[in-house]
Protein backbone atom coordinates (compact mmCIF):
# COMPACT_ATOMS: atom_id res chain seq x y z
CA UNK A 1 0.00 0.00 0.00
CA UNK A 2 3.28 2.51 -0.41
CA UNK A 3 1.08 4.82 -3.22
CA UNK A 4 -1.64 4.63 -0.96
CA UNK A 5 0.28 5.59 2.36
CA UNK A 6 1.95 8.37 0.27
CA UNK A 7 -1.28 9.91 -0.54
CA UNK A 8 -2.92 9.79 3.11
CA UNK A 9 0.59 10.85 4.83
CA UNK A 10 -1.40 13.73 6.23
CA UNK A 11 -3.36 11.50 8.20
CA UNK A 12 -1.38 9.16 9.38
CA UNK A 13 1.35 11.15 9.74
CA UNK A 14 5.41 11.21 8.98
CA UNK A 15 7.78 8.55 9.23
CA UNK A 16 9.71 10.50 11.22
CA UNK A 17 6.74 11.72 13.95
CA UNK A 18 6.12 7.97 14.05
CA UNK A 19 9.88 6.89 14.11
CA UNK A 20 10.71 9.02 16.56
CA UNK A 21 7.70 8.49 18.68
CA UNK A 22 8.64 4.66 18.92
CA UNK A 23 12.00 5.06 19.89
CA UNK A 24 11.18 7.26 22.62
CA UNK A 25 8.93 4.52 24.13
CA UNK A 26 11.32 1.65 22.98
CA UNK A 27 14.12 3.40 25.16
CA UNK A 28 12.58 4.36 27.94
CA UNK A 29 10.73 0.44 27.83
CA UNK A 30 7.40 -0.81 28.03
CA UNK A 31 7.34 -1.94 31.70
CA UNK A 32 10.88 -1.18 31.92
CA UNK A 33 11.68 -2.90 28.79
CA UNK A 34 12.20 -3.42 25.17
CA UNK A 35 9.89 -6.17 23.96
CA UNK A 36 10.36 -8.15 20.88
CA UNK A 37 6.62 -7.19 20.19
CA UNK A 38 6.83 -3.83 20.41
CA UNK A 39 4.19 -2.12 18.58
CA UNK A 40 6.37 0.24 15.72
CA UNK A 41 3.32 0.83 13.31
CA UNK A 42 -0.17 1.53 13.24
CA UNK A 43 -2.28 1.89 9.91
CA UNK A 44 -5.60 1.66 9.02
CA UNK A 45 -7.94 2.09 5.64
CA UNK A 46 -11.44 1.49 4.46
CA UNK A 47 -11.55 -1.40 2.40
CA UNK A 48 -15.25 -3.57 1.60
CA UNK A 49 -16.78 -6.83 3.21
CA UNK A 50 -18.14 -9.90 1.21
CA UNK A 51 -21.47 -8.28 1.12
CA UNK A 52 -19.66 -5.02 -0.34
CA UNK A 53 -20.30 -2.68 2.76
CA UNK A 54 -17.27 -0.50 3.89
CA UNK A 55 -15.47 -1.51 7.09
CA UNK A 56 -12.28 -0.97 8.77
CA UNK A 57 -8.90 -2.89 7.49
CA UNK A 58 -6.32 -2.44 10.36
CA UNK A 59 -2.48 -3.40 10.22
CA UNK A 60 -0.26 -2.98 13.20
CA UNK A 61 3.73 -3.75 12.88
CA UNK A 62 5.99 -5.01 15.60
CA UNK A 63 9.42 -3.50 15.62
CA UNK A 64 11.18 -5.88 12.32
CA UNK A 65 8.50 -8.40 12.04
CA UNK A 66 5.50 -8.48 9.29
CA UNK A 67 2.30 -6.61 9.94
CA UNK A 68 -0.35 -8.06 11.66
CA UNK A 69 -3.53 -7.60 9.83
CA UNK A 70 -7.44 -7.85 10.35
CA UNK A 71 -10.59 -6.47 9.06
CA UNK A 72 -13.67 -5.90 11.37
CA UNK A 73 -16.99 -7.96 10.56
CA UNK A 74 -20.36 -6.39 10.91
CA UNK A 75 -23.25 -8.45 11.15
CA UNK A 76 -26.77 -7.71 8.88
CA UNK A 77 -28.87 -7.83 12.97
CA UNK A 78 -27.62 -5.80 15.58
CA UNK A 79 -28.96 -5.55 19.64
CA UNK A 80 -29.25 -2.30 21.42
CA UNK A 81 -26.57 -3.65 24.02
CA UNK A 82 -24.07 -4.24 21.13
CA UNK A 83 -21.17 -1.44 20.58
CA UNK A 84 -21.68 0.82 18.30
CA UNK A 85 -20.35 1.23 15.08
CA UNK A 86 -19.34 4.40 14.01
CA UNK A 87 -20.38 4.76 10.27
CA UNK A 88 -19.56 8.78 8.48
CA UNK A 89 -23.43 9.05 7.71
CA UNK A 90 -22.35 11.29 4.53
CA UNK A 91 -25.35 10.13 2.56
CA UNK A 92 -23.81 11.63 -0.76
CA UNK A 93 -21.28 8.53 -0.25
CA UNK A 94 -21.75 4.91 0.11
CA UNK A 95 -25.29 5.05 1.95
CA UNK A 96 -23.96 7.28 4.70
CA UNK A 97 -21.76 3.40 5.50
CA UNK A 98 -18.41 4.95 5.14
CA UNK A 99 -16.31 4.77 7.70
CA UNK A 100 -13.43 6.97 6.88
CA UNK A 101 -13.77 9.06 10.65
CA UNK A 102 -13.50 5.12 12.67
CA UNK A 103 -10.42 4.77 10.27
CA UNK A 104 -9.21 8.27 10.93
CA UNK A 105 -9.46 7.54 15.07
CA UNK A 106 -6.88 4.67 14.42
CA UNK A 107 -4.35 6.41 12.49
CA UNK A 108 -4.50 9.62 14.48
CA UNK A 109 -5.35 9.02 18.65
CA UNK A 110 -5.06 5.01 19.16
CA UNK A 111 -1.65 5.39 17.17
CA UNK A 112 -0.52 7.67 19.42
CA UNK A 113 -2.07 6.24 22.40
CA UNK A 114 -0.43 2.45 21.51
CA UNK A 115 2.75 2.98 19.46
CA UNK A 116 5.89 1.37 21.46
CA UNK A 117 3.20 -0.64 23.39
CA UNK A 118 3.70 -4.62 23.80
CA UNK A 119 1.37 -6.58 21.05
CA UNK A 120 1.82 -9.48 23.26
CA UNK A 121 0.09 -7.60 26.10
CA UNK A 122 -3.51 -8.48 25.06
CA UNK A 123 -5.23 -7.27 28.22
CA UNK A 124 -3.12 -4.01 28.37
CA UNK A 125 -3.81 -3.47 25.00
CA UNK A 126 -7.68 -3.47 25.58
CA UNK A 127 -7.86 -1.91 28.61
CA UNK A 128 -5.85 1.21 27.11
CA UNK A 129 -8.39 1.03 24.00
CA UNK A 130 -11.32 1.08 26.35
CA UNK A 131 -10.08 3.70 28.62
CA UNK A 132 -9.32 5.90 25.33
CA UNK A 133 -12.59 5.85 23.92
CA UNK A 134 -14.53 5.96 27.51
CA UNK A 135 -17.71 5.03 26.70
CA UNK A 136 -19.75 1.64 27.38
CA UNK A 137 -20.49 0.96 23.84
CA UNK A 138 -17.28 1.97 22.02
CA UNK A 139 -19.69 5.06 20.87
CA UNK A 140 -16.46 7.66 20.72
CA UNK A 141 -14.40 6.25 18.53
CA UNK A 142 -16.33 3.19 16.91
CA UNK A 143 -16.33 -0.43 17.90
CA UNK A 144 -14.99 -0.51 14.41
CA UNK A 145 -11.90 0.89 15.34
CA UNK A 146 -11.20 -0.58 18.29
CA UNK A 147 -11.86 -4.03 17.62
CA UNK A 148 -9.87 -3.68 14.45
CA UNK A 149 -6.93 -2.43 16.61
CA UNK A 150 -7.46 -5.35 18.97
CA UNK A 151 -8.07 -8.23 16.62
CA UNK A 152 -4.79 -6.75 14.92
CA UNK A 153 -2.35 -6.90 17.66
CA UNK A 154 -2.94 -9.66 18.04
CA UNK A 155 -2.10 -10.97 14.48
CA UNK A 156 1.19 -8.72 14.95
CA UNK A 157 2.27 -10.59 18.44
CA UNK A 158 2.43 -13.86 17.03
CA UNK A 159 4.06 -12.15 13.54
CA UNK A 160 6.64 -11.31 16.12
CA UNK A 161 7.45 -14.25 17.72
CA UNK A 162 6.91 -16.26 14.77
CA UNK A 163 4.14 -18.75 15.61
CA UNK A 164 0.84 -19.30 14.40
CA UNK A 165 -1.95 -16.99 15.34
CA UNK A 166 -3.86 -19.99 17.16
CA UNK A 167 -0.65 -20.59 18.98
CA UNK A 168 -0.51 -17.21 20.52
CA UNK A 169 -3.99 -17.21 21.53
CA UNK A 170 -3.16 -20.11 23.39
CA UNK A 171 -0.57 -18.37 25.56
CA UNK A 172 -2.95 -15.51 25.80
CA UNK A 173 -4.94 -17.61 27.24
CA UNK A 174 -3.18 -19.64 29.27
CA UNK A 175 -2.12 -16.61 31.10
CA UNK A 176 -5.78 -15.98 32.83
CA UNK A 177 -6.63 -16.90 36.48
CA UNK A 178 -9.04 -19.54 36.75
CA UNK A 179 -11.17 -17.94 39.21
CA UNK A 180 -11.32 -14.88 36.70
CA UNK A 181 -14.98 -13.90 35.99
CA UNK A 182 -16.28 -16.60 39.00
CA UNK A 183 -19.33 -15.05 41.48
CA UNK A 184 -18.33 -15.74 45.08
CA UNK A 185 -21.47 -18.03 46.27
CA UNK A 186 -23.07 -16.30 49.91
CA UNK A 187 -21.36 -17.99 52.83
CA UNK A 188 -19.08 -20.21 50.41
CA UNK A 189 -15.70 -20.05 49.23
CA UNK A 190 -14.95 -20.37 45.51
CA UNK A 191 -14.25 -23.58 44.32
CA UNK A 192 -10.42 -24.78 44.37
CA UNK A 193 -9.45 -23.72 40.49
CA UNK A 194 -5.61 -23.15 40.83
CA UNK A 195 -3.90 -22.31 38.28
CA UNK A 196 -4.11 -21.29 35.10
CA UNK A 197 -6.99 -21.87 32.26
CA UNK A 198 -5.37 -23.24 29.09
CA UNK A 199 -3.51 -26.24 29.86
CA UNK A 200 -3.22 -27.49 26.56
CA UNK A 201 -4.61 -27.12 22.88
CA UNK A 202 -7.90 -28.02 22.02
CA UNK A 203 -10.21 -27.64 18.49
CA UNK A 204 -13.06 -25.26 19.30
CA UNK A 205 -16.37 -26.60 19.63
CA UNK A 206 -18.55 -25.72 16.77
CA UNK A 207 -21.93 -23.76 17.05
CA UNK A 208 -23.89 -24.91 13.96
CA UNK A 209 -27.03 -22.46 13.00
CA UNK A 210 -30.11 -24.66 12.57
CA UNK A 211 -32.58 -21.82 12.58
CA UNK A 212 -31.66 -18.00 11.52
CA UNK A 213 -34.10 -15.29 13.16
CA UNK A 214 -33.95 -11.41 13.65
CA UNK A 215 -33.58 -9.38 10.86
CA UNK A 216 -32.46 -12.69 8.62
CA UNK A 217 -35.99 -13.59 8.70
CA UNK A 218 -37.70 -11.26 8.10
CA UNK A 219 -38.16 -10.50 11.89
CA UNK A 220 -40.75 -13.64 11.48
CA UNK A 221 -38.83 -15.31 14.45
CA UNK A 222 -38.03 -13.43 17.64
CA UNK A 223 -34.80 -15.97 18.40
CA UNK A 224 -31.47 -14.53 16.74
CA UNK A 225 -30.09 -18.34 16.07
CA UNK A 226 -30.95 -21.27 16.95
CA UNK A 227 -27.47 -23.39 17.26
CA UNK A 228 -26.87 -26.91 18.42
CA UNK A 229 -23.31 -27.70 20.07
CA UNK A 230 -21.75 -31.23 19.57
CA UNK A 231 -20.85 -30.74 23.57
CA UNK A 232 -20.66 -34.97 24.06
CA UNK A 233 -17.69 -34.35 21.40
CA UNK A 234 -14.11 -35.76 22.43
Excluded: Y
Amino acid sequence: CGAVCEKTLSWCGSPSRFGNRFRERAKAGWRGKVAVSAIERIHAREVFDSRGWPTVEVEVTCAGSRPGRAIVPSGASTGRHESVELRDGDADRLDGKGVRRAVEHVRREIADALLGCDADDQQEIDRRLCELDGTDQKRRLGANAVLGVSLASAHAAAEAKGISLVEHLHEVWRRVPRTLGLVRPVGRALPDLSGLVGSGMSLPLPMINMISGGLHAGGNVDIQDVLILPVGAD
